[in-house]
Antibody
Framework: QVQLVQSGAEVKKPGASVKVSCKAS????????IYWVRQAPGQGLEWMGV????????TYAQKFQGSVTMTRDTSTSTVHMELSSLRPEDTAVYYC????????????????WGQGTLVTVSS | DIQMTQSPSSLSAFVGDRVTITCRAS??????LNWYQQKPGKAPKLLIY???TLQSGVPSRFSGSESGTDFTLTISSLQPEDFATYYC?????????FGPGTKVDI
């Protein structure tokens, strides 16, 4: 079955970087975009960006331009999301999600989602 | 960015009730509207995409409809496992944006 499995929880100090991985299985990795969404404690869902696993190109939310980098490793069907210059307000659960329709980003929906990775930023 | 609003922000209901949640977009998004269910400590789960298409495996008591920039999620007969938070999301333009959520509890 289609599955996204994320790396484990992280605790980081302010100013540090964190890299979260998302390993895909059960489908053709290069055919579906992968999205990253975060959720601060008790808050709603915030889109961070999207990567095309086929070519590796990524689009980021304006808020995260310059601080986030999304990459992929086709040999392991894994997508990585690195967030730098962490601040306490970056404490959140970070989710990856697969695009519901293949080959394009526009108009897409997110299904399924990974289990989430809690990133805690604290001194 | 397109702003999404939801009403109500929370509601209390009984098992067997018909529940309706409304989502409004700040501009036209055609039918590019998706609905997700999230239970505490879990990842969101897709219920409906393209405003009214039921995702495979989702019970038929869930349905979606649209009228202009207003979208509705209806649960025809609330079940115990439906108590959760529901989010709408527009996929018409980048960045995709979510509504603030509607919490459904007992």
């Amino acid at each position: 079955q289609v599955q996204l499995v994320q790396s484990g929880a992280e605790v980081k100090k302010p100013g540090a970087s964190v890299k979260v991985s998302c390993k895909a299985s059960g489908y053709t990795f290069g055919n579906y975009y992968i999205y990253w969404v975060r959720q601060a404690p008790g808050q709603g869902l915030e889109w961070m960006g999207v990567i095309n696993p086929s070519g590796g190109s990524a689009t980021y939310a304006q808020k995260f331009q310059g601080s986030v980098t999304m990459t992929r490793d086709t040999s392991t069907s894994t997508v990585h999301m690195e967030l730098s210059s962490l601040r306490p307000e970056d404490t959140a659960v970070y989710y990856c999600a697969k695009g519901g329709a293949p080959y394009y980003d526009f108009g897409n929906w997110f299904d399924p989602w990974g289990q989430g990775t809690l990133v805690t930023v604290s001194s | 960015d397109i702003q999404m609003t939801q009403s109500p922000s929370s509601l209390s209901a009984f098992v067997g009730d018909r529940v309706t949640i409304t989502c409004r977009a700040s501009q036209s998004i055609s039918s590019y509207l998706n609905w997700y269910q999230q239970k505490p400590g879990k990842a969101p789960k897709l219920l409906i995409y393209a405003a009214s298409t039921l995702q495979s495996g989702v019970p038929s008591r869930f349905s979606g409809s649209e009228s202009g920039t207003d979208f509705t999620l209806t649960i025809s007969s609330l079940q115990p496992e439906d108590f959760a938070t529901y989010y709408c999301q527009q996929s018409y333009s980048t960045p995709p944006t979510f509504g603030p959520g509607t919490k459904v509890d007992i």
